[in-house]
């Protein structure tokens, strides 16, 4: 039984990303080059100077991932790519990027949703046990997927509004903090106090879904009526108000919905599962439950490529290829 190797592009949004994956679990090599100081003075990923950094940087990070794992394009047996969603442009690059390398080397072209890749992450980590829950929380998603097998996945729950990581980016920049928002909060949270009574959206009975709009807009009503009391908040107490607020939530409906699936096996994914307090939450929760956690560490939660070859390789072994028309897709269903 030969091994089998895939290369795998991620240029989907702010990282520049490549990786060689072993037969679908175990990294060969990763690198990632992030942008993030590049969009930090404008407070957000700026769309035209993410798709120009990703074609200046996407040889070099490739060069890179084929010397670390001291290979070369001929010992590739797959070439996958992030095909959506994400920005149409930053897209692009990777897309166009993945086609000329297939073609160059007569091999399959493998494009891969987003979020399976954030999904799969886990499984660089640990095998999968079906049926299986994700809790997906990134800069653009808030779901709750579920799995009877590899490569199918189920929305039983979406957000409304405003995703996780888009409320905590909000959140953060009208308390002045720089972007990403989320690492900030979390490194405040700990130093403060839940004591401001936010908002939990519940939503109706049994639902699954999200709505962080109405927490945003309390913790900015919060800081607007404090500014003209004259009332003076600790940041540290709005962060860990704000953040308590978001994992009750994220806790809650995660365990009912691996209760009522019979889930064995419960994975978070996407670039929130990097918070600190999220994970907490989630192993006291799961503690004296029969069910499995897993929480990939912090470098596989945020966008990286090793996640795209891990999710590529089920297409790959369920002989899925794409054509030679395959497109960026920004709104790319799962
Ligand atoms: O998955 P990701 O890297 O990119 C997308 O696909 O969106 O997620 C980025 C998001 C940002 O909103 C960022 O603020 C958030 O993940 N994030 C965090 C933490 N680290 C990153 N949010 C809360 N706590 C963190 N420690
Ligand atoms: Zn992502």
């Given at each position: ?11 989907s949004?702010d990282?520049?990303a ?6 679908g679990?175990e ?25 120009r ?6 040889t070099?990070?490739?060069e ?11 010992d590739?047996?797959?070439?996958a790519?992030t095909?959506g ?7 692009l690059?990777g897309?166009s990027?993945?086609?000329?390398l ?22 660089l980590?640990?095998?999968f046990?079906?049926?299986l829950?994700?809790l ?7 779901e ?15 957000t ?19 972007y990403p928002?989320?690492?900030e ?9 839940d004591?401001?009574?936010f ?10 879904d999200?709505?962080?709009?109405g927490?945003?807009?309390a913790?900015?009503?919060t ?8 009332i003076v908040?600790?940041?540290a107490d ?5 953040q ?6 994220l ?10 699936n ?9 670039g929130?599962a990097?918070?600190s307090?999220l994970?907490?939450?989630l192993e ?15 470098s ?8 795209i ?13 794409s054509?030679w ?7 790319l269903d799962?």
């Amino acid at each position: 039984n030969k091994e089998t190797y895939i290369l795998a592009i991620e240029t989907s949004c702010d990282e520049t990303a490549a990786a060689i994956i072993k037969d679908g679990h175990e990294i060969v090599s990763n690198v990632v080059a992030s942008q993030i100081e590049s969009h930090k003075r404008f407070g957000g990923v700026v769309p035209e100077i993410a798709s120009r950094h990703h074609v200046e940087q996407i040889t070099h990070v490739l060069e890179e991932a084929f010397t670390k794992a001291n290979m070369t394009a001929e010992d590739i047996d797959a070439f996958a790519v992030t095909e959506g969603p994400g920005l149409v442009g930053a897209l692009l690059v990777g897309v166009s990027t993945a086609k000329a390398l297939a073609f160059a080397h007569d091999k399959p072209l493998i494009g891969v949703h987003h979020i399976a890749g954030h999904i799969y992450a886990n499984r660089l980590i640990e095998e999968f046990q079906f049926p299986l829950l994700a809790l997906v929380v990134s800069g653009g998603h808030t779901e709750l997927v579920l799995m009877q097998e590899h490569g199918q996945f189920e929305v039983i729950g979406e957000t409304r509004d405003d995703a996780a990581g888009e409320a905590y980016d909000k959140v953060a920049r009208t308390m002045g903090l720089p972007y990403p928002g989320g690492p900030e909060i979390d490194r405040l949270a700990k130093q403060g106090k839940d004591n401001l009574d936010f908002p939990r959206a519940w939503l109706e009975e049994g639902s699954f879904d999200f709505s962080f709009s109405g927490l945003k807009s309390a913790v900015i009503n919060t800081l607007h009526n404090a500014k003209q009391k004259g009332i003076v908040l600790e940041k540290a107490d709005i962060a860990a108000s704000f953040q308590a607020s978001v994992i009750d939530v994220l806790v809650e409906k995660t365990y009912r919905a691996a209760k009522e699936n019979k889930v064995n096996h419960v994975i978070i994914a996407g670039g929130v599962a990097a918070n600190s307090g999220l994970r907490t939450a989630l192993e006291e929760k799961f503690r004296d439950q029969k069910v499995k956690l897993s929480i990939p560490p912090l470098s596989l939660c945020t966008d990286n490529a090793a996640m795209i070859g891990a999710a590529g390789m089920i297409a790959y072994q369920k002989g899925n290829r794409s054509d030679w028309g395959m497109n960026a897709n920004p709104a790319l269903d799962l």
